[in-house]
């Protein structure tokens, strides 16, 4: 009788409060909801107008509509709406039970309604799919309950339920918000040609046969062929390599690649769920949706229960009484079905904030068996980035003098040999001349008049087509340059080469202490690589690494990885282009960069958002926490079901002890699931 009492009096506080909370908080949250969207929307049309103009500012405020804050998912909706009745249903039980015990009847019709999802669920399980679930459970108790006179126990069990489930649906819904504004600078609009006049449409309105304009330093919004005009792209997010391709009428040019001059009209070939929005649209579902090994074990062991309980209800009910087989049926199945979610939620929020996106639920897990870790080369182990290594010099000329005549010709280009140059002559603090007149010819190099004199800066076969020739000693170095897999820019002054520059591919600074971290947690490090032999091998002795493949076309990538495997590797790939695809799709564990290719990031079980390799120990530990926090989590779970189970046949517990029980192991599950998200913040 205490703990009846106990029971009614928090249920009565609880419910009354929730509902108190609930109807409160419905005019309060649309009011802040309202103004916050007013002031997202002032402060992007401000900002538009401040670059583009009113027309645009116009054309964005009559798409306003679309531009909106993330809103509350359908599912949490719903459980608010449930929860509502669940709290009013509460107070209305507990205050019945203390005062006038006859009326509880009246619980009844919302007790069933808020019962109906359990009762569907369990009609699909026996009848549509063929075997037992603890929906199954769940519908036998309280069918049971409420036909043996134990209303209040119905509505209590009923009612934290649907708490719980609205705990849940609030959080998944945070989290599904927080990756809609990691993925907020994606690019929201697009230029198109509609009947000879350029009109921006919002990205996700993008049709196949749209003409889409783009400029240079603008991102190529979708995959498509260029029907007017020429563009030199960087593509290293699909090749991996660092020269820019020159594109013209005809050639294919593809999303999320960077113009970097040059203006094209591009017909687009692919729109809706193929484009980059439509893909970033699914991961963010899909990655909230994610269930990993432990939640599926735990459901597992939980189905294969219910026939167990069943049984053990039905021997606890000459023993017990009804009491004691209701209090049997309800500690099936345990809190896991709750805390296992939200602890999995709260560990990808953690990860979510430290710029570290998680697809799949099974990749986190599985990170703490990685035995091995192989990179790609290219764009992650090095940047996009070049610098100048070297210059020769052939006929005397220094080579301050020479670093000169190349950045001036070089002065606003903004491919990546362009910056190198420009990069190298700032930090020897060259002042740069006047150039008289500048031709830039795309694919070969460019060419400038300084002071009378022109000056080429360019390739060999630029150096051709100007019908100048190039040195024995030039074409030496050239071709022990290109052994290496390095860069040879040459410069020409007046019709004759007079040096060149060298240019090496740049080093992620934070590559060798992972590289270093990772051999001290005894993981092995592989480098997988297009280049040649040469610079795969030179790269891989500087960073320490263990082994390393060379020569690799895309499938021999995926190829090499499925050898470790058989080796009984457990395999992660660290790959950012659209030739990795293959080689993550066949990775134990698979992680992109944030500024990886659409195939990469589609491939990808992890995403590192700020694409930064430091992540990569730093995921290692975490995955450690969440694999300790299940198995807690499961061990709090299945204990108190124990205890009660062997309460009511030794101490004939019934139904209130049980979910006393269950409740209290519930209250130190969460608090379990919430301690990683606690320590995060500290």
């Known amino acids: ?54 027309r645009r500012g116009q054309q964005l405020k009559a798409l306003s509509s679309d531009n909106k804050l993330p809103e509350i998912s359908k599912e949490e909706k719903n459980a608010n709406r449930r929860l509502g009745v669940a709290s009013a249903n509460l107070g209305l039980g507990a205050v019945c039970k203390v005062f006038y015990p006859t009326l509880l009847i009246v619980t009844v019709p919302f007790t069933l309604w808020l019962s109906i999802p359990r009762f569907k669920k369990a ?4 009848f549509k799919k063929y075997r037992t679930s603890i929906a199954i459970v769940d519908s036998i108790l309280v069918t049971w309950a409420l036909l043996s006179g134990y209303l209040f126990a119905s509505v209590l069990g009923t009612s934290l339920i649907t708490i719980s489930l609205r705990l849940l649906a609030k959080t998944k819904n945070n989290y599904q918000n927080r990756l809609i504004n990691v993925f907020r600078q994606q690019s929201r609009s697009v230029w198109i040609i509609v ?69 094209i009209y591009v017909r687009a070939e692919k729109a809706g769920q193929e484009t980059v929005a439509g893909q970033l649209a699914d991961i963010i579902n899909n990655t909230a949706n994610c269930k990993t090994s432990t939640e599926s074990l735990s459901d597992q062991m939980i189905d294969y229960s219910v026939l167990p309980t069943l049984l053990l209800s039905a021997m606890a009910y000459p023993v017990a009484g009804v009491s004691g087989a209701l209090a049997v049926l309800s500690s099936c199945g345990g809190n896991i079905r709750l805390t296992a979610p939200l602890s999995t939620l709260n560990f990808l929020r953690i990860t979510s904030e430290k710029g570290i996106l998680i697809k799949d639920g099974y990749a986190f897990e599985k990170l703490i068996k990685v035995d091995t870790v192989v990179f790609d080369k290219t764009g992650t182990l090095t940047l996009d980035q070049l610098y100048v ?52 010819d795309i694919g070969y190099g460019i060419k400038a008049i300084l002071s009378n004199r022109i000056i080429r800066v360019g390739s060999e076969r630029f150096m ?60 092995s490090t592989y480098i997988i690589s297009g280049d040649h032999e040469q610079p795969t091998k030179m790269l891989a002795r500087e960073l320490g690494v263990d082994s390393y493949f060379s020569d ?71 995955s450690k926490q969440f694999n300790t926090n299940q198995l807690v989590n499961m061990t709090i779970s299945f204990i108190p079901s124990i205890i009660c189970i062997g309460g009511v046949f030794l101490f004939h517990f019934g139904i209130y002890t049980s979910f006393l029980l269950y409740y209290s192991g519930l209250a130190i599950g969460m608090i379990n699931t919430a301690r990683p998200l606690i320590d995060h913040k500290k």
């Open 552 to 622: 690799t076309l895309p499938e021999q990538k995926a190829k090499f990885i499925e050898k470790l495997q058989k080796k009984g590797k457990c395999v992660c790939f660290v790959g950012d282009g659209i030739n990795d695809s293959i080689a993550l799709r066949k990775a134990d564990v698979s992680i992109s960069l944030g500024s990886a290719s659409v195939a990469a990031i589609d491939s990808a079980q992890i995403i590192f958002m700020d694409e930064k390799l430091t992540h990569l120990p730093i995921l290692i530990n975490i």
């Open 1 to 54: 009788m205490l703990i009846e009492t106990i029971l009614f009096c928090t249920a009565l506080h609880a419910g009354t409060k929730c509902a108190e909370k609930f109807k409160e908080n419905i005019p309060k949250t649309k009011k802040t909801l309202s103004v916050m969207d007013e002031k997202y929307q002032n402060t992007v049309q401000k900002k538009m107008d401040s670059f583009f103009g009113d």
């Open 195 to 263: 009947d000879n006049t350029e009109i921006e449409i919002l990205f996700e309105e993008l049709k196949k046969g749209d003409i889409i304009v783009a400029n240079a330093g603008e991102s190529i919004p979708a995959d498509g062929t260029i029907v007017n005009g020429t563009a030199s792209i960087d593509q290293h997010l699909l090749t991996g390599e660092s020269q820019p391709a020159e594109k013209s009428v005809g050639d294919q040019v593809f999303a999320s690649t960077l113009i970097l001059s040059g203006r």
């Open 389 to 440: 290594n070297k210059i020769y010099s052939c006929n005397g000329l220094s080579e301050e003098k020479l670093l000169t005549y190349a950045a001036a010709a070089e002065y606003r280009q903004k491919h990546p040999v362009a910056n190198a140059i420009l990069a190298a002559a700032y930090e020897q603090e060259i002042s740069l001349p006047n150039i008289e007149d500048v031709r830039y």
């Open 464 to 523: 051709k087509m100007e019908n100048i020739s190039v040195p024995k000693e030039i074409k030496s170095i050239q071709k022990c340059c290109h052994r290496k897999g390095h860069s040879l820019i040459l410069i020409a002054i007046d019709g004759e080469v007079s040096g060149a520059i060298e240019l090496h591919p740049l080093i992620r600074p934070e590559a060798k202490e992972i590289i270093s971290l990772l051999r001290r947690k005894n993981i």
């Open 123 to 126: 009609y699909d399980s026996l």
